[in-house]
């Protein structure tokens, strides 16, 4: 089956640094890689994707960066802030189906 | 509401007891999924389906897990005979379209089972 980890199970930054979250992944025939948040509580939350086909992409305050040669996923947070403290996953869809493999996840504390 | 709900939130059942868990998804989302996860771990994949087909069961972890989509918008997870690895919070979360990145999760149904 598909294996999705993660390197760090904890991070702590300061506000207003900027956080790098990374995750391996074993499965090169995946469609889409894609990162989550999940807060306590509260079930995880998309952040964004990136198709395989893809090395990067931007968003609101977060890049996703793609290196399919070893098979790494980084999730780069700018300027970090409180609200940023959560669980982070990735996940994949592979391209036998509709299903998402989570990772294990990532524990994002922001220290004010 | 306007996202995923589901219900209940908590759930106690005594071991051997029958359950069963609601998933209300977003309307005309065509893709509805169960996960199940420990504590401090990632959501496990349990089933998903499309419309009211079951396309993939495959992480269901034994035969008394059972669930269903009959008019392809509400969904039940029912676990019969409880056991404690049981335990867990159930999520479900339902996308638009097939292959589509961006499913949207409920709160989760926490069980406990003792």
């Known amino acids: 089956g598909e294996s999705v980890g993660l390197h760090l199970p904890t991070l702590s930054v300061q506000e207003g640094d900027n956080s790098i979250i990374n995750c391996a992944y074993s499965?090169?025939?995946?469609?889409?890689f894609i990162w989550y948040k999940q807060e306590s509580g509260k079930g995880p939350q998309f952040i964004i994707d990136?198709?395989?086909?893809?090395d990067k992409r931007q968003g609101q305050r977060v890049t996703v960066l793609l290196n399919k040669t070893v098979k790494h996923l980084s999730l780069q947070i700018a300027a970090t802030q409180p609200g940023d403290s959560a669980v982070y996953f990735c996940?994949?869809?592979?391209?036998?189906?509709?299903?998402?493999?989570f990772g294990t996840g990532t524990s994002l504390t922001v220290i004010p | 509401g306007a996202g995923v709900s589901q219900s209940p939130r908590y759930k106690v059942a005594k071991r051997g007891q029958d359950v069963a868990l609601r998933c209300d998804p977003i309307s005309g989302h065509v893709s509805l999924f169960w996960y199940q996860q420990a504590l401090g771990q990632g959501p496990e994949f349990l089933t998903y389906?499309?419309?009211?087909?079951?396309?993939?069961k495959s992480g269901l972890p034994s035969d008394r897990f059972f669930a269903e989509r009959p008019e392809g918008s509400v969904s039940t997870l029912k676990i019969q005979r409880t056991q404690q690895e049981d335990s867990a919070v159930y999520l479900c979360?339902?996308?638009?379209?097939?292959?589509?990145?961006?499913?949207?999760f409920g709160q989760g149904t926490r069980l406990t089972v003792v």
């Open positions: 996940a994949e869809i592979p391209n036998t189906g509709n299903q998402f493999y």
């Open positions: 990136i198709r395989s086909n893809m």
């Open positions: 389906f499309q419309n009211e087909a079951q396309l993939d």
């Open positions: 499965n090169s025939a995946s469609d889409y």
């Open positions: 979360a339902s996308s638009l379209a097939w292959g589509s990145p961006e499913a949207f």
